[in-house]
């Protein structure tokens, strides 16, 4: 069995641009800042990650990016740039690639990792064509996330890619571009978080068996 569909509980997220110091870093760090909101206490059971494909590795984030990143909630704090390696998109349940060049770049090195790498914007257009109706299997929120990824892979003959997919990069451009590329990933990774945060199981129902009148009494354990 492959190793990303082991029964890992965390569902992985890896987003790839090319020095990982804009695009992915914004990305990142607009995820985790959204998915720590939405999920509360199980944040943890979807793990956000970046790399470039020729990244400025050890660097943080551009101090231009890392100034608009607050506007979206994100913090730059901590990030270091990575060079994207074949077994991060093999292990990874769902690669988001800036541009399609990025997204060649992982499947070059990583082909068995095609039915989990898209564009960001392409991946944004195919699950809104996941009728949200639609049973996903699994009993916890990264299974299900994961047969999420496999629909989308599947509705890509009803989804052409095209230049309108590339975000783009802006290093060396003013701080007004960095602003509105951030502003073009928030808008396009936000209704995919959402589809992955409502998929969270409901919380379990607990029984009280003693409650002083014979019957049993159901509280909600969050």
């Not at 660097?59 to 901590?78: I, K, W, Y």
């Not at 919380?203 to 969050?222: C, F």
Request: aromatic share 4%.
């Amino acid at each position: 069995m492959a190793r990303h569909w082991s029964p890992n509980p965390v569902f992985t997220v890896l987003f790839v641009c090319t020095g990982n110091i804009c695009r992915s870093a914004m990305a990142e760090r607009i995820a985790r800042a959204y998915l720590d909101e939405a999920l509360g206490d199980d944040a943890h059971r979807i793990q956000v990650v970046s790399a470039g494909t020729h990244a400025v590795k050890g660097a943080g984030v551009h101090p231009d990016s890392a100034t608009v990143l607050g506007g979206f909630g994100g913090d730059p704090t901590g990030h270091v740039a990575r060079q994207l390696l074949d077994d991060m998109a093999i292990d990874a349940d769902l690669t988001l690639a800036l541009t399609r060049t990025h997204r060649r770049a992982v499947l070059k090195a990583a082909p068995r990792a095609l039915q989990r790498t898209f564009a960001l914007r392409e991946a944004t257009d195919l699950v809104a064509l996941v009728d949200p109706a639609t049973a996903l299997g699994g009993d916890d929120l990264a299974e299900r996330c994961r047969s999420l990824v496999k629909r989308m892979a599947a509705a890509r003959s009803r989804r052409p890619s095209d230049a309108a997919d590339d975000i783009t990069d802006p290093i060396g451009r003013p701080l007004e571009v960095h602003q509105e590329v951030a502003e073009t990933i928030a808008e396009s990774l936000i209704p995919l978080l959402d589809r992955l945060v409502a998929l969270r199981p409901a919380p379990a129902a607990a029984e009280d068996p003693d409650d002083g009148d014979g019957k049993p009494r159901l509280y909600l354990v969050s």
